[in-house]
């Protein structure tokens, strides 16, 4: 199964509130693909599943209808971190709508970590 990651707050943060996600990308998938998804976030880890609803060529018609999904609060933002992401001076060319099905946010592996240690002192 492919894995995705999301490295920007904003794309966490509508995962975990939304459930959805509209993501640039350099490559399409098919709709109906089964992906893993994985991001950080304040020292948390977000893991979880989602199908791809919708593959689409990054075209401002698209950007606009499915900007509300991105989690970013205007298509330049949404761009430029994407450019960032990349380091390329265009935009990628795919956006991909993904509905999460499955989601599991823990503490980092370093805490969790910490935590088991402090347990076998304990003991």
């Given at each position: 199964?492919?894995?995705?990651?999301?490295?920007?707050?904003?794309?966490?943060?509508?995962?975990?509130?939304?459930?959805?996600?509209?993501?640039?990308?350099?490559?399409?998938?098919?709709?109906?693909?089964?992906?893993?998804?994985?991001?950080?976030?304040?020292?948390?880890?977000?893991?979880?599943?989602?199908?791809?609803?919708?593959?689409?060529?990054?075209?401002?018609?698209?950007?606009?209808?499915?900007?509300?999904?991105?989690?970013?609060?205007?298509?330049?933002?949404?761009?430029n971190?994407?450019?960032?992401?990349?380091?390329?001076?265009?935009?990628?060319?795919?956006?991909?709508?993904?509905?999460?099905k499955?989601?599991?946010?823990?503490?980092?592996?370093?805490?969790?970590?910490?935590?088991?240690?402090?347990?076998?002192?304990?003991?």
């Open positions: 199964m492919m894995v995705i990651s999301f490295k920007e707050d904003n794309a966490v943060k509508q995962i975990i509130s939304k459930k959805v996600i509209a993501t640039m990308r350099n490559y399409a998938k098919n709709v109906y693909t089964n992906i893993k998804i994985y991001a950080k976030i304040d020292d948390k880890e977000v893991v979880g599943e989602g199908v791809i609803v919708l593959t689409a060529m990054n075209i401002q018609v698209i950007r606009k209808a499915l900007l509300k999904y991105s989690g970013f609060k205007d298509e330049e933002e949404w761009i971190t994407a450019k960032k992401i990349y380091k390329k001076d265009k935009p990628p060319k795919y956006i991909l709508l993904i509905k999460i499955d989601l599991r946010i823990s503490e980092a592996k370093q805490e969790i970590e910490e935590i088991n240690e402090q347990s076998y002192e304990i003991l």
